[in-house]
């Protein structure tokens, strides 16, 4: 009997052990199935944020995108609303107040130039009188007129100028400068026909608003070409341009087809060394800080048969 008890009870003993074993087993095995389900809610929490953080992104690129669209709404309609009478036209001021139609097609500059002054001569007569003579003067009004009809490529100018001198009977004497039409090409090529300074002299070339002083020199008034009539052929592109004309001669402002046989041909040619050619507008490139070097030559033909 003793012997049984013994049996059983180390047999009671294992089971138990067993059932301990058991137990601690599913202990464990609980734990890491809490800790899986603890790393899946983080994960779940993290990917709910990142679909979240997406989300707000779409929706602030979708309001910008509105956001555009609306502004360009607005200023379309500002546009409409800034038009002349209907006809979708625009108008503003850039380097000159312009009026310019919604197609780029047709376009109208107004520039105007005045130049008051007062001078003193003092000289001595042919009596070796000493005269003085003073007072003020309009050297200078000018207004002016350019841009394009039809597309950019077709250009003009007018120049509407009041002279120094009143005509004999009084009163202001007002003639044109500039009345010219020019087509320019893809290739660089361009043809200008009308009235126009003649491509000669550099210093008559650059306009009297952009003078080093306030007149030019004596040579270029013995020999400028000033404004003549006629047509003119070039070609330019980064760095070279030519130029060729045809007119009726040196000074042949505002005249009729003359029948004394006034033939001219004018060329001149220039090399852009450094810079770019719109420093060259004026003598000094003034409100440019660039270094600019120009080579120029010109040459003229002029034919009078009397």
Known sequence: MAFQARGLWKTGSILGMGAIL?????AVANDEVQELRELVDTLRSEVDVLRAEQGTDWMTEQRSEQIRELVQDVLADADTRASLQGSSALAGYDGGFFIQSSDNKFKLKFNGQIQTRWAFNHRK??????????????????LKFSGHVFDPSWTYKMTIVNTRNAREGGGPNFYSEDAWLQKK?????YVKAGQFKAPYLREELVS?????????????NAFTYGWTQGLEIGWKNDWLSLQGMYSDGPLA???QASSAGEN???????????????MFNSLSGYGNSDFGAMLGAAVQWYNFDN
């Not at 007569?125 to 000018?142: C, L, P, V």
């Not at 009297?208 to 270029?220: F, G, I, P, Y």
């Open 22 to 26: 058991l137990s601690s087993g599913s």
């Open 125 to 142: 007569g042919d009596a070796a009188e000493e005269t003085n003579a003073y007072g003020f003067e309009i050297r200078r009004f000018k």
């Open 185 to 189: 090409f893809e290739n660089g090529i």
């Open 208 to 220: 009297s608003s952009a003078q080093l002083a306030v007149e030019r020199t004596m040579v270029n």
């Open 253 to 255: 402002l505002n005249g």
């Open 264 to 278: 001219s041909l004018t060329g001149r040619a220039q090399l852009l060394l450094a810079g770019d050619w719109k």
